[in-house]
């Protein structure tokens, strides 16, 4: 071979395809496909508008628009710089501290996810004022409450990716500058950080789209964002409501570019097979225990004192199904199964569906790959009725027998994975990320197939991001709503629904013990299919 000469797609001296070959087209292909399946709500606000005559530039240029609009962007950014530091503290305070009761905190601190943002923010109305568990301080309403809630909501969005991250960072360079005197502070701002950036940056941005599609929170806090508009043009002018939904969808595109193109394409060592470095907290032992135990209190605490107090005084409507304590729970059985399943289906569906475009970001960064991700992040930001609406525009014109598949569970599952789809490709993108390159390269240069590499090399190491991507699904889906609403075969119910019913017609004894069990249920799923490995390590 002469000198300078190149030997294209092959290893050297073993003949073994490099990575430009073999599996990329395949995988830029599933990439591709799985983007355009996510563009469907999209296109379907795009040809609703279209059909009914919206403008999208004279709706974006609208008074009535930028109002809403700015209100939506000032909410969801406020939300999503707290929810980053916050998830991040408690994540490192539960992940690598001597933090007291760290394993329960571990598992509590996920839980406030589960809750409905619009019981959430009633739990807050009831909670303060006049005949609610404080009395003695006002209600807070307006941007304030609204962004008390989502915050104490949408932190976990940020938590559990962070605190999985922490979990399996190398701890050699953190025992150096132990060694070398660094301080816990200056050696998380120094060390740890920079391990750790891009998967905050993934939950970060969870946040910002969650706060942006969020209509029950800000619609009880009577705070004017685009969403409620949305909502409140729905069915006098759907032609404007479509065309806010397209705002939405486009500022969700942008967004998820714009993260993209600010994530560094950089692989931080990662630590297998040792524990991750401990601190001693010290004299912020109390102080890290009191911001624990505060965040819990208002996030999950607070809200369960609401519930247990709206079923101990019980209801005098007559004809319900509950109407206080001494009343048998087995009208919740039902939902509560129906939940479980779903939201477990939902989750591990969510996983297999994103795997491939999130593999494709972080291991070829192509162009199809980055819109193909955009495209999955993009319908976060919707609010969960457009995304519902438009599984059922595109259900009821499939041809044949795809048609039949409306208001069916299979379909049900579509739309969930469709809108929370984000959250597990955030998570399973910043885990294959931080996979070092050097280990297919080695596998490679020793002749392994792809398919094995990815099993007994890959999948181990991402497995905790996984994880932690199909958990924050399914704690998301137990909680969805108008998707189960319109797409849910006949009869069957979920908590969320029983909620949402009950809550309507005033049962708020119902609403009470539902709520209960709903995040009785979440923590029993969170901890068997989540985070029970890590706790037993």
């Given at each position: ?9 092959r ?29 469907f709500?999209i ?12 403008d ?9 628009t930028?109002?809403?609009l700015r ?8 939300t ?10 408690l994540?490192?305070?539960?992940v690598?501290?001597?933090l ?11 839980l ?12 807050m109305l009831?909670a ?6 404080v009395?003695?301080l006002?209600?807070?309403e ?12 949408s ?8 605190q ?12 150096t ?5 660094s301080?816990a ?20 941005m969870?946040v910002?789209l969650?706060?942006?599609s969020?209509?029950?929170?800000v ?10 508009a ?9 032609a404007?409501?479509l065309s ?10 942008v967004?998820?570019s714009?993260e993209r ?13 040792r524990?991750?470095?401990?601190y ?18 208002l996030a ?12 101990i005084?019980?209801?005098s409507?007559v004809?319900i199904?509950?109407?206080?304590i001494?009343d ?6 039902r ?9 477990i ?24 790959g ?20 438009a599984v ?9 027998p795809l ?11 579509l ?18 990320a931080?996979?070092?390159r050097?280990?297919?390269e080695a596998a ?5 197939t ?7 090399i890959?999948?181990p ?12 699904v399914?704690?998301?889906?137990l909680k969805e709503l ?15 629904t ?19 069990v709903l ?6 799923l ?9 706790l037993?390590g």
């Amino acid at each position: 071979m002469k000198a300078g000469s190149k030997t294209p797609d092959r290893g050297v001296g073993t003949g073994i395809p490099t990575r430009r070959s073999g599996r990329q087209p395949v995988l830029m292909v599933a990439a591709a496909v799985i983007g355009l399946l996510f563009l469907f709500p999209i296109a379907y606000l795009a040809w609703g508008s279209l059909s009914l005559g919206g403008d999208f530039w004279a709706t974006l240029a609208s008074p009535r628009t930028l109002g809403p609009l700015r209100n939506s962007l000032t909410i969801a950014a406020a939300t999503a710089g707290s929810c980053m530091v916050l998830g991040t503290v408690l994540a490192w305070m539960v992940v690598r501290t001597d933090l007291a009761g760290r394993r329960f905190w571990r598992v509590v601190l996920a839980l406030p996810l589960v809750i409905p943002s619009f019981v959430g923010a009633t739990a807050m109305l009831s909670a303060f004022g006049r005949g609610g568990l404080v009395p003695f301080l006002p209600r807070v309403e307006g941007f304030w409450g609204a962004f008390i809630v989502l915050t104490l909501l949408s932190y976990p969005y940020v938590y559990l990716p962070v605190q999985a991250r922490l979990s399996t960072t190398v701890p050699a360079m953190e025992e150096t500058a132990r060694l070398l005197g660094s301080r816990a502070p200056r050696t998380m701002v120094r060390v740890v950080l920079p391990q750790i950036r891009s998967t905050v940056a993934a939950g970060t941005m969870l946040v910002f789209l969650y706060g942006l599609s969020d209509f029950g929170a800000v619609a009880l806090m009577r705070y004017d964002t685009i969403t409620r508009a949305i909502f409140s043009s729905r069915l006098f002018d759907r032609a404007s409501s479509l065309s806010l939904g397209l705002v939405l969808a486009v500022l969700a595109l942008v967004v998820a570019s714009v993260e993209r193109t600010m994530t560094p394409d950089r692989r931080p060592e990662r630590g297998i097979g040792r524990q991750p470095v401990r601190y001693r907290l010290g004299r912020a032992a109390l102080p890290g225990a009191a911001l624990t135990a505060g965040v819990v209190g208002l996030a999950l605490a607070a809200p369960l004192g609401v519930f247990l107090l709206w079923v101990i005084r019980g209801s005098s409507t007559v004809g319900i199904g509950y109407s206080g304590i001494g009343d048998g729970l087995g009208f919740l059985l039902r939902p509560s199964l129906n939940s479980a399943v779903a939201a477990i289906m939902a989750g591990v569906a969510a996983v297999v569906l994103t795997l491939p475009v999130a593999y494709a970001v972080s291991r070829r960064r192509t162009r199809i790959g980055d819109a193909a991700a955009a495209s999955v992040t993009s319908v976060f930001a919707l609010p969960g009725l457009v995304v519902a609406l438009a599984v059922v525009f595109w259900a009821i014109r499939a041809p044949g027998p795809l048609a039949a598949l409306y208001q069916t569970f299979p379909l049900l599952v579509l739309a969930y994975v469709l809108h929370f789809g984000a959250q597990s490709m955030g998570a399973t993108q910043a885990a294959i990320a931080d996979v070092p390159r050097r280990y297919e390269e080695a596998a490679r240069t020793l002749g392994v197939t792809a398919r094995r590499r990815f099993l007994a090399i890959d999948l181990p190491l991402v497995m905790p991001g996984l994880v932690t991507g199909g958990g924050l699904v399914m704690l998301s889906t137990l909680k969805e709503l108008p998707a189960t609403l319109l797409l849910a075969p006949i009869g069957f119910e979920t908590l969320a629904t029983r909620i949402w019913n009950a809550a309507e017609d005033g049962f708020f004894a119902e609403v009470g013990v539902a709520s209960l069990v709903l995040i009785l249920l979440s923590g029993i799923l969170t901890w068997a299919l989540v985070l029970r490995r890590e706790l037993q390590g």
